[in-house]
């Protein structure tokens, strides 16, 4: 009996945090993401080759916004674009033109705080 109350606990509990994933999950306010190209057809991607194009995407999907991106580069240099304007609903790209081989890390910011990032490596 007592394993019985032990798993409705679980189950309830899970069912609560299970209730309120869609709840934030649609409340996504932007979209962001790196791809192996620099046209609207570049798809996510976590790894580029070295001599590829690259690029930083962003929508913001509720509202006009000034946003700001950044990419730490493996040597741990950060570069930024600030004041980049942004329409609701139409999708920017930033050029990523880094050739040196390793891990990167993209981050997006409007007004001052972060709302995304994205990790990519670049091979070769």
Same mark, same amino acid.
């Given at each position: 009996?007592? /394993?019985?109350?032990? @798993?409705a ?5 899970? +069912? @609560? ?7 934030? !999950? /649609? ?6 993401? %790196? ?17 590829s194009?690259k690029?930083a ?13 950044c990419? $730490?580069?493996?040597? +741990?240099?950060?570069?930024? !674009? =600030?004041? =980049?304007?942004?329409? =609701? ?7 990523i ?7 990167? $890390?993209?981050?997006?910011? %409007?007004?001052?705080?972060?709302? /995304?990032?994205?990790?990519? $490596? %670049?091979?070769?």
């Amino acid at each position: 009996m007592k /394993g019985l109350k032990a @798993l409705a606990a679980v189950l309830v509990t899970s +069912g @609560l945090l299970a209730s309120a994933v869609p709840a934030t !999950a /649609g409340a996504a306010a932007y979209k962001h993401y %790196v791809g192996c190209g620099i046209s609207q057809n570049a798809t996510p991607s976590h790894v580029c080759p070295k001599g590829s194009k690259k690029g930083a995407f962003f929508k913001s999907v509720k509202a006009d916004v000034v946003y700001s991106v950044c990419v $730490r580069f493996p040597s +741990g240099k950060n570069l930024c !674009a =600030q004041a =980049q304007e942004a329409e =609701q609903g139409t999708l920017y790209v930033n050029k990523i033109t880094s050739t040196i081989p390793g891990k990167h $890390r993209v981050s997006w910011f %409007v007004k001052g705080k972060k709302v /995304g990032s994205f990790v990519f $490596r %670049v091979t070769g």
